[in-house]
């Protein structure tokens, strides 16, 4: 427990530099992300050990403790990996708010780090919903940083909203948990007495609470609007690491606390999964501002996740034996591999907005040209976004397929199969639809020409953002290469041995029939390719250049796809799904044929927003201004209601009287 003390420690410097003067602020940025970095590095060297067998003593005062088995060692980890590479990424991306709260960015940034390194320690409830709330008010803060925006602090507290309801949520889950144990800890906890109903009700809290903060459908509202208000580092933070947290959460209950399954438990979380992931690309492919893009995979990504998390309780009820853990595997080797993804495209969409200026990808157009170095990255983390070979992001959704191939051939009734069979075809168009929404995001941002002049005056970022992105690609890469390393560590977190892991996941490309088998010639070819990719965009290799043929006219900007156009077919494929509103008016009609200027609009709205949250919100609307006519500011009015209340009170104990005492 040393170094994660030390880890705090070092977190705790960086909160201090909230308190550095105005003239310091340069010096305050620096101190700050640098000991979030060392921090990080401190936690993910810790986490590792611990998953290769190391053991931690538990720190208890009083009735508080922190502790860390192999559960919160996985996600240990991967807050330590993603915390190094987001931190290194903001020493250079950071200093553009150099006069805008540069400190108070800072500092929240190692808070926010502190509190869910401390929510993957706790070990008791009270902790871990302590540092849940610091880590949900820390985490509001930063995306409410560029509050002067209205969209920005109008998303940051609709999270905070959000985000309390399903705090709500947990703590009654912990309390109903608690009540029925000898005390609050995690170990007592999990002797617990619940009876059948109790345990509907602790699962359906859970459940409801931690899928919200996993931005999973219908629950998912907050995230694409906050998400795009945060600066891109914290995006990053929060899509790679804090929704991860959520699955923590929900697997400590249903490991720990309940583990005794319900089979509609799991369908109910497989199912819920597979439609979140659909629904999530779906919305993704119709954006066109970028980070909005990006959060809505993490609410596909986030989906894959407990799809296969729910495939794998269900594997465990029907057939036993060690075959139902590969579901459990499948979600967190894909947490793990779409942490680093989602934490490099953030990283990316940054460095974008950094040397452009936009979100809108509708503008853009040729930036490989003007940004070569963050196309190459950006290509990178989109192949595994897509789940391309040989990128991580294929690892993990390979292996959640296997789990459901698994689970349709173990010895499960019919109905089951078909629940099966349907989660598997909607995970099937979510993959054809991710690979779709990112060959639109790169290619209608760097291919092509410019479509505006922001690409004209477009610039590539400095050396720690490139840095920072490098290295995760370089990460995406070698876990998809060689995944081994990662599928043992989630053995490792699940108590299975590495035999389990070498022999029992066999992924396509791996020869042999075996997670084992490392072919250097296949690392060799990746390097050429990579190499050649890397000259292509940073060297003018073409002797001659003329302009395309375009039947006699010379083509422009305009004659290209744009992102609205490339999407279409999905949209009418999908168009009873969406909904789009389409407004087309004419700026000028001097003829009937040519000559012509209109101006089109399309608007894709969130159909849960439209048809649950908003006629919700209505309701409270109206519910406030009728309680807000009761309250006028009269003496008068009051000691009425007084009076009533006081009339009502000696009515119901006359009431209770005849009732018990005749």
């Known amino acids: 427990m040393e170094c994660f003390l ?18 310091l602020q340069r010096y305050a940025h620096w101190l700050a992300n640098s000991a979030a970095l060392i921090g990080s590095g401190i936690t993910a060297y810790k986490a590792w050990t611990l998953l290769a067998g190391a053991s ?23 807050t330590g990996i993603a915390g190094v590479i987001t931190s290194l990424y903001a020493l250079g991306y950071a200093q553009s708010y150099e006069g805008s709260r540069l400190r108070l960015l800072g500092g929240m940034w190692n808070l926010f780090l502190l509190s869910m390194t401390l929510v993957l320690l706790a070990g008791d409830a009270f902790s871990f919903l302590l540092f849940w709330e610091i880590m949900a008010v820390a985490s509001f803060m930063l995306v409410n940083h560029e509050s002067e925006k209205r969209a920005t602090w109008t998303a940051a507290y609709q999270y905070l909203v959000m985000t309390s309801v399903g705090t709500a949520a947990i703590m009654i889950a912990f309390l109903l948990t608690g009540s029925a144990s000898s005390s609050f800890s995690f170990e007592a906890m999990a002797q617990n007495k619940l009876d059948n109903l109790w345990q509907h009700v602790v699962f359906a809290c859970a459940f409801i609470g931690f899928a919200l903060k996993a931005g999973l459908v219908p629950l998912h509202v907050w995230l694409p609007n906050a998400h795009p208000a945060a600066p891109s ?79 794998g309780m269900l594997l465990k009820v029907l057939a036993g034996g060690s075959w139902y853990y590969l579901g459990f595997v499948a979600a967190l080797v894909h947490a793990f591999n779409h942490s680093i993804m989602k934490v490099l495209m953030f990283m990316s969409a940054g460095s974008i907005m950094h040397g452009t200026g936009s979100k809108n990808i509708e503008l853009f157009g040729g930036l490989a040209k003007k940004m070569p170095y963050t196309a190459l990255f950006t290509f990178v983390g989109a192949m595994a976004l897509a789940a391309i070979p040989l990128t991580n992001g294929f690892t993990g959704e390979w292996l959640v397929l296997q789990s459901f191939i698994t689970l349709v051939s173990a010895n499960s009734a019919q109905t ?71 599928v043992q ?46 000259y292509l965009f940073t060297n003018n290799i073409f002797v001659e250049q003329d302009v395309t043929w375009n039947c006699g006219t010379y083509p422009t900007e305009r004659q290209q796809y744009s992102a609205t156009g490339f999407s279409k077919p999905v949209r009418r494929a999908f168009d009873y799904l969406l909904k789009p509103k389409r407004q087309v008016s004419y700026m000028r009609k001097d003829h009937a044929y040519f000559g012509r200027q209109l101006s089109y609009k399309l608007e894709i709205p969130d159909m849960i927003t439209e048809k649950l949250y908003q006629p919700v919100q209505k309701h409270f609307v109206g519910v406030s201004a009728f309680l807000r006519r009761m309250q006028q500011g009269s003496v008068r009015l009051y ?4 009076m009533a209340a006081m009339v009502l009170v000696l009515v119901w104990g006359r009431c209770i009287n005849d009732v018990f005492y005749q």
């Open 6 to 23: 030390l880890a705090a420690a070092c977190f705790g410097v960086g909160i201090l530099t909230l308190l550095f003067p105005h003239s």
């Open 489 to 534: 560590a989630v053995c490792a977190a699940l108590k299975l041995d590495k035999e389990f892991a070498a022999q029992g996941l066999s992924l396509a490309w791996a020869g042999s029939g075996s997670l084992a088998v490392f072919n250097p010639l296949l690392l060799l070819l990746l390097v050429a390719v990579i190499s050649a990719v890397v």
């Open 639 to 642: 000691v009425s209601y007084v």
């Open 56 to 78: 931690v003593v538990p720190l208890t005062w009083g009735s508080y403790s922190l502790a860390c088995d192999s559960w919160s060692a996985v996600f240990l980890l991967l």
């Open 233 to 311: 580092h914290v995006s990053a933070l929060m899509s790679g690491v804090m929704l991860k947290i959520a699955l923590y959460g929900f697997g400590r209950f249903m490991f720990s606390f309940l583990p005794m399954w319900n089979y509609w438990w799991c369908i109910i979380v497989m199912v819920v999964g597979a439609v979140s992931a659909f629904l999530g690309v779906l919305y993704a492919q119709m954006e066109n501002d970028i980070k909005r893009i990006l959060a809505y995979s993490s609410v596909e990504n986030m989906g894959v996740i407990f799809a296969a998390f729910g495939c």
């Open 416 to 486: 089951t199969r078909l629940w099966a069979a349907v989660c598997f075809i909607l995970l099937g168009f979510t993959g054809a639809l991710a690979l779709g929404c990112f060959v639109r995001l790169f290619g209608i941002s760097f291919l092509g020409r410019a479509r505006s002049e922001l690409v004209e005056h477009a610039h590539e970022s400095d050396k720690f953002m490139l840095t920072a992105m490098g290295l995760s690609s370089a990460l995406v890469l070698i876990c998809g290469i060689y995944p081994l390393p990662v």
